[in-house]
């Protein structure tokens, strides 16, 4: 039983070791505060034009403030901005109701939406949005 | 049986609440540039700030956006303060850790990389280390800032065939440490404007526990503009068209295993720079400007046959080690010189002057002209005051060049032995073992000198206090002092067995005038050889009438023929039969002078030489030839005399 307990000492001291270092996301947040968390498990960011890609998110460059890393998703409500400001945009919630459209204009276009996956419909492009 | 069940089951539960903690290990985020990536640990970067959608700043370095090729973030480790250049055929990656990525700016142009360090201080209390790894025919370092700073060789096979491999344009103190266990090999390229294939503007120690070849295919393998010092290092030269290593200031060599061959000219060299002051040894060598090679524990081997070439008119040959001042105080040292005119050790320097003809030779009227040494600069030390030192070999094969002889060790400046061991061969006419033109004194150690010219010669007084040199010249003078007053051969506690088998009128010692010998010390002292005769000279050569003034024990001159031979042991020994010393020749010895001394004889007492051909056995030194503190016997009488 002694030898069961010193390996139960051992194990959790592994795991508090391991936790010090540990970043799993990479947040962004843009210049009006918001932010978004992505996991950082072999993340790969790309800069294309004035559009830089984290994972399976997009920022406007110039919407951007700063990134950090972070030990929680840190992702606020709202919507992650979009690769062109000039872009036209509609959300619809899953029963094809539309709830929001706006110019975006490198701007957050709601922080206001309840938690829930929408349909963000674009001027050439349609994706999956969950808000949390 | 229960209750581990239950611990296993809180085992489990703690292990998958826990599981994204075992596999997330520390992230870094890296930012490539082209073909150099900054590495930022998750744990270090803090926010991350944008500009304008223009730029990011991590740690202190902005990058524009549009310069930066990829980011990604894994679990790659970091060391801090550390920038890896890894070489690979005709390019390099470089990486650069975080924490001092806002210091460096690297360019990489194939495997060409220049890295420019911006920090004016340490970078969190340490220095940045550059550590370089891999292979390519066609790639260098050139490293710039002004910092003191670490490039360390990791397994780095590295040629330029346009310039320096390592060219370290900073001025400041460089550490070239090489990792242990890992084998490293650079060559720079023929033909070019370099100064060496590893060249440092600043302060260089070379070191680590691993192994480094160096060629210089232009003109030195390894030079700095400021001093070098050597451990543990293994270092290979195998060929330089100029010297091996080269620098200003100070060469020290504490360990390690140095092999120097093929050069062009001196296996090392310490320049000093004109018109700065030189210093003394300084303590711990700081902020000394000596212009001294030390050599304080390790193997150093050179090998060295260069040729020698004139220089508007003057002869430039090749040196082992040449250097204003000399310390040998440790190691193991092993130089061969094969180059004519060469010289194995050259130190000291002065204003050399030439007087005209008339009286100025060894003997017979001089030979037209003599060469004085006046304001002489610079030390020859070997060994330390405790008896300690080196195991000095040289051997010296080449030839007179133009009238510059090759010779073992050549000092302008005075020459002091404190200990050590030293074994030193030449072979041919001028080939002189130890030449000072100032003086030479030993005082300890264990020395053999066998020559073809003089053993041991110098234009001032030679002292043998203490230590056991052994001097066998088949060409020359064993010992010849041109000191020309009394005291030029000084015979104090030490042991001196000096002898030629020339024949006349070349002596065992040779001041020009046996009363200018003089016996300070309870010493033992045999010599053997021709005699110049009674006339001519600088004031006569030796003569049986000569007496020593002063002598603090009993001597004798003896000019009786005496026909040494070889496989035979001759023991001087008091009218009672002790044994004062034995010796023995290398070579049959035909003597028409010979001095004899030794611990205990007294003047007016009877002594006698007798050999036999049994080897002492019992003796507490044997030494090339010399015997002491042996009950040896002789059973052939040889000569016999009474002591002045």
């Not at chain 2, 998750?42 to 990058?63: C, H, K, L, N, P």
């Not at chain 2, 020290?252 to 004109?274: K, R």
């Not at chain 2, 030489?609 to 009950?631: M, Q, R």
């Amino acid at each position: 039983m002694k030898k069961i307990f010193l390996l139960f000492l051992m194990l959790v001291g592994t795991l508090s070791i391991h936790a010090d270092d540990a970043y799993p996301y990479l947040t962004f947040e843009t210049t009006d505060g918001a932010k978004a968390s992505v996991a950082v498990d072999s993340l790969s960011l790309s800069i294309k034009g004035t559009t830089l890609t984290a994972g399976d998110k997009q920022f406007t460059l110039s919407n951007l403030s700063k990134m950090y890393f972070s030990t929680e998703d840190e992702t606020t409500a709202g919507i992650e901005n979009v690769n062109d400001n000039d872009n036209y945009i509609e959300v619809y919630d899953l029963q094809g109701k539309k709830v929001e459209s706006e110019m975006v204009n490198g701007k957050w276009l709601n922080g206001k939406l309840p938690r829930g996956i929408y349909i963000v419909k674009m001027k050439d492009k349609t994706y999956k949005l969950m808000v949390r | 049986m229960k209750k581990q069940h239950i611990f296993f089951t809180i085992i489990v539960t703690l292990f998958t609440l826990h599981a994204p903690l075992f596999t997330l290990h520390a992230q870094t985020l890296n930012v490539r540039v082209g073909n150099v990536t900054y590495q930022f640990p998750a744990s270090q970067t803090g926010e991350m700030t944008y500009a304008d959608g223009q730029s990011v700043t991590i740690m202190g370095r902005t990058f524009i956006l549009t310069d930066i090729d990829a980011m990604t973030v894994d679990g790659t480790k970091v060391k801090d303060n550390t920038v890896s250049v890894e070489y690979d055929g005709e390019m390099a990656l470089v990486s650069v850790a975080g924490n001092v990525a806002q210091y460096v700016e690297t360019t990489v142009d194939g495997a060409h990389v220049s890295i420019i360090p911006t920090n004016t201080d340490d970078v969190d209390g340490d220095e940045i280390t550059y550590s370089l790894s891999g292979t390519t025919s066609n790639g260098s370092l050139t490293l710039g800032g002004a910092y003191k700073c670490t490039v360390q060789l990791a397994g780095l096979t590295l040629t330029n065939p346009t310039g320096a491999a390592i060219n370290i344009t900073n001025k400041k103190r460089i550490q070239l440490s090489v990792k242990k266990n890992t084998e490293n090999t650079l060559a720079d390229g023929a033909g070019g404007s370099q100064k060496s294939c590893i060249y440092s503007k600043g302060q260089l120690q070379l070191q680590g526990n691993g192994s480094l070849t160096v060629t210089g295919n232009t003109a030195h393998a390894i030079k700095s503009g400021d001093y070098i010092q050597l451990k543990n290092l293994t270092l290979m030269i195998p060929s330089a068209v100029d010297d091996g290593i080269n620098c200003n200031k100070y060469f020290l060599m504490e360990s390690g295993n140095v092999s120097i061959s093929g050069v062009g000219d001196d296996g090392i060299q310490v320049e000093l720079e004109e018109d700065v002051d030189t210093t003394g040894e300084t303590e711990e060598h700081k902020d000394e400007n000596s212009g001294t090679i030390y050599v304080d524990g390790g193997t150093l081997t050179i090998n060295n046959s260069a040729a020698p070439t004139l220089v508007n008119g003057d002869v430039k040959s090749a040196k082992g080690l040449k250097a204003l001042c000399m310390a040998l105080n440790a190691g193991d040292i092993t130089i061969n010189m094969s180059g004519n005119a060469s010289k194995a050790i050259s130190c000291g320097d002065g204003t050399k002057s030439t007087s005209g003809g008339g009286g100025a030779g060894p003997w017979g009227g001089g030979w037209g002209s003599s060469t004085k040494w006046t304001n002489v600069k610079g030390s020859f030390t070997m060994g330390r005051t405790d008896g300690s030192g080196p195991k000095l070999t040289i051997s010296q094969t080449g030839a007179t060049y133009n009238s510059s002889s090759a010779k073992a060790i050549k000092a302008i400046c005075a020459v002091t032995i404190y200990g050590g061991e030293t074994d030193i061969y030449t072979k041919s006419s001028g080939g002189e073992g130890l030449e000072s033109k100032t003086s030479v004194d030993i005082q300890g150690g264990q020395h053999y000198f066998k020559c073809y010219d003089d053993c041991i010669n110098s234009a001032g007084k030679i002292f043998f206090n203490g230590g056991i040199t052994v001097c066998y010249s088949y060409g020359n003078d064993a010992v010849d002092s041109n000191a020309g007053t009394a005291g030029a051969i000084t015979i104090g506690n030490g042991v001196a067995f000096a002898y030629t088998t020339k024949g006349s009128p070349e002596e065992g010692f040779d001041c020009d005038n046996n009363s200018y010998i003089q016996i300070t010390g309870t010493g033992i002292s045999i010599s053997a050889g021709g005699n110049q005769g009674g006339g001519g000279g600088w004031g006569g050569g030796g003569s049986s009438s000569s007496t020593i003034s002063n002598a603090k024990q009993g001597y004798a001159f003896v000019t009786s023929s005496i026909s040494y031979q070889i496989n035979r042991y001759y023991t001087l020994a008091d009218a009672s039969g002790n044994n004062l010393v034995t010796y023995s020749f290398e070579k049959a010895c035909s003597s028409n002078l010979a001095l004899f001394t030794a611990t205990g004889m007294t003047k007016n007492a009877k002594y006698t030489v007798k050999y036999s051909t049994t080897e002492p056995t019992d003796a507490t030194t044997a030494w090339h030839g010399l015997y002491l503190g042996s009950s040896h016997e002789g059973n052939v009488n040889v000569t016999s005399f009474t002591a002045k």
